[in-house]
């Protein structure tokens, strides 16, 4: 009986081992992937990426005033709207575009919307900073 109990528990040992190894192997390549995908974008130049988030800012301005007052979408939108406007200021500060999109997004997930009139007080959810990095990646990138 001791040898059999010895027997299954190194089976269990192994396939464990296994398994833990899997994890960490999938977890880098994933980690790589996702790496090598942003590194190889071709981000438009400073120049080009503020006319972009100017139109851009223009176009949503333009949106916003067709919605409802505090409702999620004229929200999300005034969201978008700030979000630009930091990645215009941050560019207009020295940073590369690459380096102003994410740290918009970081400056945002830790201080919310604030500094806009029209958006003061607005909450940002960390799946709509997201979702704003990603259009704001396809914007200024090619």
């Given at each position: 009986m001791k040898r059999t109990f010895a027997k299954r528990s190194f089976q269990a040992l192994a396939a464990m081992f296994f398994l833990?190894?899997?994890?960490?192997?999938?977890?880098?390549?994933?980690g790589a992937q996702t790496l090598n995908g942003q590194s190889n974008l071709n981000w438009v130049g400073s120049a080009d990426a503020q006319t972009l988030l100017g139109t851009q800012v223009q176009s949503l301005s333009t949106l916003v005033g067709t919605q409802i007052p505090g409702s999620q979408l004229y929200n999300d939108i005034n969201?978008?709207?700030?979000?630009?406007?930091?990645?215009?200021?941050?560019?207009?500060?020295?940073?590369?575009?690459?380096?102003?999109?994410?740290?918009?997004?970081l400056y945002m997930g830790a201080h919310g919307v604030q500094?806009?009139?029209?958006?003061?007080?607005?909450?940002?959810?960390?799946?709509?900073?997201?979702?704003?990095?990603?259009?704001?990646?396809?914007?200024?990138?090619?």
């Open positions: 833990v190894s899997g994890l960490f192997l999938t977890a880098n390549n994933a969201v978008r709207i700030v979000y630009y406007k930091n990645v215009y200021r941050f560019i207009s500060e020295g940073d590369a575009v690459s380096v102003a999109v994410p740290r918009t997004t500094g806009d009139a029209n958006a003061t007080g607005l909450n940002v959810s960390k799946s709509l900073l997201a979702t704003i990095e990603a259009e704001a990646t396809d914007l200024l990138s090619n």
